[in-house]
Every structure is written in C-alpha cells, then in structure tokens.
C-alpha cells in the first residue's frame, strides 16, 4: 500500500482527511502534519523528517497544498535525503480519487494519475451550464 502525507497550511489536511473519511470511511497509513500560525520552519522541517523517516518504510506520496509555501519547502528539502514523490496543489477530489486507488495502481501511475484528474477537476460551472 502507498503511504500518504499531507502537509498543509492550517488544519487544511486534517480537516482533508477527516472530510474524505466521510465519504470512503477510514483511510489507513495516512499522516497529516499542519504548519500553523507562529510555528517555526525548523519545527516543521523536523516534523516532515520525522513523518518521512516513518513512512517511507513503503512507498510514500506526500501531498502540499501549494507550491512555494513553506510546507512546500519543508518536503522539497527533505526530498534530497529520502526517497519519495511530492506532489503540489492537492485538492478534495484528487485525495479521494488517491485513497481509494492507491492499492491499485503502482505510485509512477499514482503520479500520473493525479495530475491528468487534476486539471478535470477544476470546473468553471458557468462556463459548463451554458454550454450543456
């Protein structure tokens, strides 16, 4: 089973976890750690080192809410040590899509999965109306 790791701004992942819980029920070996207001990059950057150095006993997808934040930063820098894929940008549809196919397909699909639902998945619902 793929690993998963959010690292987000806020309780943006855990409130990503609890919500998609809701409509796949349980999602297991999956982590969220949240970058809070006064937190410290350091703590941080120790926090993600840590989550990695657990997960990564598997394979490890590690998801942050956009890039050039600094949970963005924190996994981007732990990537030169340790072996896993990070993807930016992730969104309720595309997490939900993630837990429930990770059994399915390898984490080179994973990847390329995610990005390809990853642009369905952002509608202009006007745009869709008028021309339906």
């Given at each position: 089973m793929i690993n998963i790791l959010l690292v987000t701004h806020g309780n943006f992942g855990k409130e990503l976890l609890k919500s998609s819980e809701l409509i796949?029920?349980?999602?297991?070996?999956?982590?969220?750690?949240?970058?809070?207001?006064?937190?410290?990059?350091?703590?941080?950057?120790?926090?993600?080192?840590?989550?990695?150095?657990r997960l990564t006993k598997s394979d490890l997808i590690v998801f942050t809410d956009m890039y050039g934040g600094s949970p963005f930063n924190a996994v981007s820098r732990t990537m030169k040590n340790n072996n896993f894929y990070h993807i930016t940008g992730i969104n309720f549809p595309l997490f939900i899509d993630i837990a429930v196919n990770r059994d399915t397909y390898s984490?080179?699909?994973?990847?390329?999965?995610?990005?390809k639902n990853g642009?369905?998945?952002?509608?202009?619902?006007n745009e869709k109306f008028l021309t339906d």
């Open positions: 796949i029920g349980s999602i297991e070996n999956a982590e969220s750690i949240s970058f809070q207001q006064g937190d410290s990059f350091e703590s941080l950057l120790r926090k993600v080192e840590e989550a990695v150095g984490l080179e699909e994973i990847a390329e999965k995610i990005i642009k369905k998945s952002i509608v202009f619902v």
